[in-house]
């Protein structure tokens, strides 16, 4: 697959502030169907304790681009006809995205990602539970 040319722009994956600095306080208020991601580091480790290789890292972070959800928007998850079954996802949840989706922005420190309800391909109980040794099995 042939990656756009997004010029000096980083993609995603690559948009991680260490997980050691704590969440920003949100003094900031979130427009209609956005919401407010903290991308996060994947595994750097597999279930045995073995150490990744860079590339392996690389590798999972193209195609797992996860973050923490801290905000939601007034109106986000409110579109019946697209989310009829309500809400999916909420403040504290880990949420996979595209790797260049949204709109970046460095907040207190953080780096952030903003995007739309509906951009948000799919929730996960914890980013540690992602296997690599299984996304590269098959």
Not at 71 to 98: E, I, Q, R
Not at 100 to 122: A, C, E, N, S
Request: proline letters at 7%; a negative charge; hydrophobic letters at 35%.
């Amino acid at each position: 697959m042939q990656q756009p040319n997004l010029g000096g722009a980083l993609p995603n994956d690559e948009w991680v502030t260490d997980g050691e600095s704590p969440d920003p306080t949100l003094e900031l208020d979130l427009p209609s169907y956005h919401v407010m991601i903290r991308p996060v580091v994947i595994r750097t480790e597999t279930k045995g304790g073995i150490l990744l290789p860079d590339k392996m890292k690389d590798d999972i972070q193209y195609l797992s681009t996860v973050g923490r959800v801290l905000k939601l928007g007034d109106l986000a998850y409110n579109d019946k006809d697209k989310f009829s079954k309500g809400p999916w996802c909420k403040v504290g949840d880990y949420v996979c995205y595209g790797k260049h989706t949204g709109t970046k922005f460095l907040y207190k420190g953080v780096r952030l990602v903003i995007m739309y309800d509906d951009q948000i391909i799919m929730r996960i109980d914890d980013p540690k539970n992602l296997d690599p040794m299984y996304i590269f099995s098959g």
